[in-house]
Nanobody, 122 residues
Framework: VQLQASGGGLVQAGGSLRLSCAAS????????MGWFRQAPGKEREFVSA???????VYADSVKGRFTISRDNAKQTAYLQMNSLKPEDTAVYYC?????????????????WGQGTQVTVSS
């Protein structure tokens, strides 16, 4: 599976962005898809995941502001980010694995996409 993340950019605090993660390869619908982010000087952290049957999981820091979704026909996962804050500034990465636990716990994830920069100005 190859993953291509896109949709990052510069936005003012309170604004919105939608990230996309396009996948190529087989069995997309069977994978749990995840989003992670890494700010300068910080470790990569879990943001959100969506299971193969569409069940979402969110980090506490983004609950109520971010919404994850997937379109299996398009082999794409999305992260709608609303009410953005300066602390959301980071490089965002998408990931995929057959194990939901691996994605949520960031342990042994099978596939990573390249990052897309999100910058939120105050």
């Amino acid at each position: 599976v190859q993953l291509q993340a896109s949709g990052g950019g510069l936005v003012q605090a309170g604004g919105s962005l939608r990230l996309s993660c396009a996948a190529s390869g087989r069995a997309f619908s069977s994978y749990t898809m995840g989003w992670f982010r890494q700010a300068p000087g910080k470790e990569r952290e879990f943001v959100s995941a969506i299971t193969s049957y569409g069940g979402p999981v969110y980090a506490d820091s983004v609950k109520g502001r971010f919404t994850i979704s997937r379109d299996n026909a398009k082999q794409t996962a999305y992260l709608q980010m609303n009410s953005l804050k300066p602390e959301d500034t980071a490089v965002y990465y998408c990931a995929a694995d057959g194990s939901t636990s691996a994605v949520v716990r960031n342990g042994g994830i099978g596939y990573w996409g390249q990052g897309t920069q999100v910058t939120v100005s105050s």
